[in-house]
């Protein structure tokens, strides 16, 4: 039977992993309740990636790494996603997988000119968002935690814009029918923020950044997280249509 995949390609600090669990675990939980059956592979450390045809859905975690250091396990990942999307898997990127999937399909990945977006952030969704499977009917403005150095600066040819932000043009967009890149973290809980604002202090103070401002503008996401809870039930529903014409052949072929 197929499996919805979750490949984890980076590690969160140890303290964070201590108190919060890691990328994998918060994406599993953010994700909801699943009918399919979900597995973790950490392609971070080496682990083998699965063939397109078992996959009932995949979702790529976020990093600290950046993608332009071009890791062994991430130039893997990258040459792996043109079979998913061209097979009709779904496919769901989280910041460092947002940036690989806008890669692997003939975008450009680099550093931000404007530099680090960090914190709660207000996103903008277009006017499209209205008939996409993961954005309709939310409202035209969102909260999100976002926390990334570098961007997809060119989105693929033929991508589809979903979102935006006053500092990221391209904060979600999708490719085809059933892959979708975000930016931004849905999987992020309020504590998660907020440690990651606070890990980052010393930095952050020296580019002039008010950490006490950033922290009083924590808040709640719950748009964001649906988007990718959304992303879970339409890979139950992908999967239970694909079943549906095998039930009929075993109980009359």
């Known amino acids: 039977m197929k499996r919805l995949f979750i490949i984890k390609v980076g590690t969160t600090f140890a303290s964070t992993r201590r108190r919060f669990g890691d990328f994998d675990d918060w994406t599993r939980e953010a994700l909801g309740p699943v009918s399919t059956e979900t597995e973790i592979i950490d392609a971070e450390h080496g682990a083998p990636l699965p063939a ?23 130039l893997a ?4 996603i043109p079979a998913l999307i061209d097979g009709g898997v779904p496919f769901f990127g989280i910041c460092y997988g947002h940036q690989l ?4 399909m003939g975008g450009e990945v680099g550093f931000h000119p404007g530099g680090q977006e960090i914190g709660t952030v207000g996103l903008e969704l277009l006017p499209v968002c209205a008939a996409d499977p993961l954005f309709h009917s939310l ?24 979102a935006a932000s006053a500092h990221e043009p391209h904060h979600a967009f999708r490719v085809g029918h ?8 849905p999987e992020y809980t309020n504590f998660v923020m907020r440690d990651y604002i606070q890990a980052g202090e010393r930095e952050l103070e020296g580019r002039g950044i008010d950490i006490s401002f950033l922290l009083k503008a924590i808040a709640e996401t719950p748009h964001a997280t649906l988007v990718l809870r959304r992303f879970g039930r339409f890979v139950d529903h992908a999967e239970a249509s694909n079943r549906q014409p ?3 052949k075993r109980r009359w072929g």
């Not at 059933?178 to 973290?185: E, I, P, T």
Request: charged share 20%; proline share 6%.
């Open 246 to 248: 095998r039930e009929r």
């Open 101 to 104: 999937l806008a890669k692997a």
């Open 139 to 162: 409202p035209a403005r969102i909260a999100a935690h976002v926390v990334h150095s570098q961007t997809a600066l060119h989105l693929p040819k033929d991508a589809v814009l979903l």
């Open 178 to 185: 059933r892959a979708w890149g975000v930016q931004f973290h």
């Open 77 to 80: 990942v990258e040459k792996w």
């Open 52 to 74: 397109p045809e078992v996959c009932a859905g995949v979702v790529v975690t976020g990093a600290h790494a950046m993608v332009t250091e071009r890791h062994p396990w991430s």
